[in-house]
């Protein structure tokens, strides 16, 4: 069974920091991208970042772009998302995501056949 866990979110005062953590386990981790979203209140969800180290790449949403970085820690099965400089727009529930078959990292986050996490609240106060 395909298990994602985010943890690491909470509350921080703009400009802070936060590391998510997304564990996974049920599938060989090391052949598929793994990808961050998030979704405010009100607004779509938004593909964030992905990693994927059989293509050897990772991708950053202009959004983010600069201030967070996706990393993996393939003996441990766990991506992280380092998030420096938060601001008040980027309050939303941060979900991790991987493909039910092998698809390219930007495709991960474009497409919805994904195993989802159950999410992890980020509030940042202004």
């Known amino acids: 069974e395909v298990q994602l866990v985010e943890s690491g979110g909470g509350l921080v005062q703009a400009g802070g920091s936060l590391r998510l953590s997304c564990a996974t386990s049920?599938?060989?981790?090391?052949?598929?991208?793994i990808g961050w979203f998030r979704q405010a209140p009100g607004k779509e969800r938004e593909g964030i970042s992905c990693i994927s180290s059989r293509e050897g790449i990772t991708y950053y949403a202009d959004s983010v772009k600069g201030r967070f970085t996706i990393s993996s820690d393939n003996a441990k099965k766990t991506v992280y998302l380092q998030m420096n400089g938060l601001k008040a727009e980027d309050t939303a529930v941060y979900y991790c995501?991987?493909?039910?078959?092998?698809?390219?990292?930007?495709?991960?986050?474009?497409?919805?056949?994904?195993?989802w996490g159950q999410g992890t609240q980020v509030t940042v106060s202004s």
């Open positions: 049920g599938f060989t981790f090391n052949n598929y991208a």
């Open positions: 995501a991987a493909p039910s078959f092998y698809v390219s990292c930007r495709s991960v986050l474009t497409q919805n056949k994904n195993y």
